[in-house]
């Protein structure tokens, strides 16, 4: 991963909301069951969520450089891809990839890179 591939860029220590939503604005898509961020040498750590958004924030705020976040989805008949986007930023920088890549439909686990600078 590199801040060219990432899903999402932000400032190191950045605390924000990202958002799965549909690609067809009419449709639905998966709901979030979990999320875990991942990062090299630390351990797992659990994050708050809601349906189609997680959070990343104190104390667990966006580290340096690659981390992942890996969601557990369920989809169902009809969903259709999911967006990956950024909703409010609470502190620091975070912008999604251009364009905003996405989570494809049955893709268990689902993966959003991060990147921190």
């Not at 590199?2 to 898509?29: M, N, Y």
Request: glycine share 10%; aromatic share 6%; no cysteine.
């Amino acid at each position: 991963m590199s801040e060219d591939t990432a899903d999402i860029v932000g400032s190191r220590g950045s605390e924000f909301k990202f958002t799965l939503s549909p690609d067809d604005p009419a449709g639905t898509t998966g709901i979030i069951k979990k999320a875990t961020l991942k990062v090299t040498g630390q351990a797992d750590k659990e994050l708050p969520f809601s349906a189609h958004e997680v959070t990343l924030r104190d104390p667990n705020k966006l580290p340096a450089g690659d981390s992942l976040v890996v969601l557990s989805i369920l989809w169902g008949p009809g969903d259709s891809d999911a967006i990956i986007d950024v909703g409010l930023v609470i502190s620091g920088s975070a912008h999604p990839a251009d364009p905003k890549h996405f989570i494809q439909v049955d893709d268990v686990p689902g993966f959003v890179q991060l990147f921190g600078k």
